[in-house]
DNA sequence: CCTACCGATCGGTAGG
DNA sequence: CCTACCGATCGGTAGG
């Protein structure tokens, strides 16, 4: 009884960590309201608490779950076996992956946790600095070896990362490439671009 | 008399322009009030609105202004003699250089723009539209004439635009290279990723 | 899960 | 440019 009870608090707080995740994808954390969301779940905004601490909570939520997602992936990818391209081209295929099948969280994380509230917002910013750091390490061991031009490590993260989250206009454009054709056009565009 | 009254308004309503790009880009259009607007100019909330007739109108008169000096320089772009390559990085330096010197402008104008109220809302989103066609334009004029890649080319358009806007982490990082550097490591990745 | 309600804060106005 | 203030909306709580 008390795990059944147990399991139904966990799908109904899952429920409204999802429609959280679309709001504050669509209007943006700040713009988005309490009523808002519990007109989306379809109950009145008091019944959220039930299943939530705050709004913060739901953010942290989000952000949390798709930091770790990326954080167990580079770990993988550090021990792949392999030479610098293919290390690079596999984390940026699982990030653009990623961008398209779990778009509103990572969205999220990505563009709003610049309101996460203390410690969360420190504790966020200095995993993504490490995770930037990894990447640029797998760039300068690429740049070592002779297969990467000689460009700025730190610069050319920067630019693979963002690149990767404008597929919000995809996922918002008309006539859409299908995901598979998105993502080669992607990793033929970057991965030529660090190529010697 | 008049003018020199009416040439303080404008630098008055300039000023406060400014600051609010600045409060904009730190906060987020949603959670910066126009108290802590007031507090960065100087004067309490209620004078603000001597100047300007709304928070809204901020927002917009940013987003316009942006909007037009990109338009008008895609103009000069598209009248420029040479070969595609060599527009597109004529365009690509262009957005580079907008977005290290007019970082704040540049950065809500392109991250908050869906604030925007109607009519201005739509407004934004054609011209931002056309803007992109210009550019997939540019690119498919390339693939053409066999200086570029057989790639999509609103995914290319998306690539690069969302690679410059990665320019908001230099301003932020601690050791920055130069912008001069920072240029010519966007363009060395973009134009050969782009290169046949 | 709902009704009823709270204190805080918001964008903006009146009037001087 | 300021003091004083407004109606609306916000995140969240009490109590059932």
Redesign the pocket.
Known sequence: MARIKADNDLS?KEIITQAAAALFQEKGFKA?????LADKVG?????L???IK???ELLHNICVNVANNFWNHIHAVENHQGNAIEKIEMLLRFHIREMVNNYQEVYVSDREWKHLTEPYLSNFHTQRREYRKKIAALIEAGIKSGEIRPIDAPTAVLIMLHAVSGIDSWHRSKQKISAEALEENMVTIMINGLRK
């Open positions: 109904r988005a309201s309490m009523r808002d109950v009145e905004a008091a019944s608490y039930n299943h705050s709004k913060a």
